[in-house]
């Protein structure tokens, strides 16, 4: 099976909002993710957090911390993922997903997580 490794911006805002995007393309389009993406070879968690940040979204993002690493068996693939809370430099612009939410902590169960994203979203204190 394959193995690959992401990292995810569990980004928020001054308002107690989390903001989560809809996938476009793909096996898993249609459910809901934190944005990020796969890590590089020869780059650090962060460099590639930025990244993909600024390839899905337009958007630049100071990273505050490390949260939780999440491992997770989907039928095509094993994941490692590395997650950090961030928040917004500056506005967005969705490159790769089909929508965009900002969910307040009692409206995390009102979109069809993708299942580690899920698992993070239960898991973290954040």
């Known amino acids: 099976m394959n193995h690959i490794h992401v990292v995810a911006a569990v ?8 903001f989560v995007t809809q996938r476009g393309y793909g096996d898993m389009k249609g459910k809901w993710e934190f944005p990020g993406g796969k890590i590089e070879p020869d780059e650090t968690h962060e460099e590639a957090l930025k990244r993909e940040i600024r390839e899905e979204l337009a958007a630049e993002i100071t990273i505050e911390r490390y949260l939780e690493k999440i491992e997770w068996d989907y039928p095509k693939f094993r994941m490692t993922m590395y997650c950090y809370l961030c928040h917004l430099d500056s506005g967005y612009t969705l490159k790769e997903h089909s929508a965009a939410r900002w969910l307040k902590r ?9 299942l580690a994203d899920r698992t993070l979203f239960l898991k973290a204190m954040f």
């Open 106 to 114: 009692n409206e995390r169960f009102t979109v069809d997580w993708l």
């Open 11 to 18: 980004i928020h805002d001054n308002k107690d909002r989390i």
